[in-house]
């Protein structure tokens, strides 16, 4: 895992076609903005598809960006 700091409007770019967005900051949460190629799927962890299965089945895997 890549852990990154950030400042307020500074942006990461992942594959050159992803750009993610620090937008704001308040106390204990982040908000971010994800720019992508229509053709990549971006989910957030709880609704990715599958992994209401993964956590039946008891995995450990971090599923956080579908790309």
């Known amino acids: 895992m890549l852990v990154l700091s950030r ?7 992942i594959d050159g076609g992803i750009t993610i967005t620090v937008v704001k900051i308040d106390r204990n949460q982040v908000r971010i903005g994800i720019e992508a190629p229509g053709h990549v ?26 790309v």
């Open 41 to 66: 799927q971006v989910f957030r962890e709880e609704i990715y598809p599958g992994n209401r299965i993964n956590q039946e089945e008891g995995a450990t895997e971090d599923v956080v960006l579908a």
């Open 7 to 13: 400042k307020l409007n500074e942006k990461i770019v």
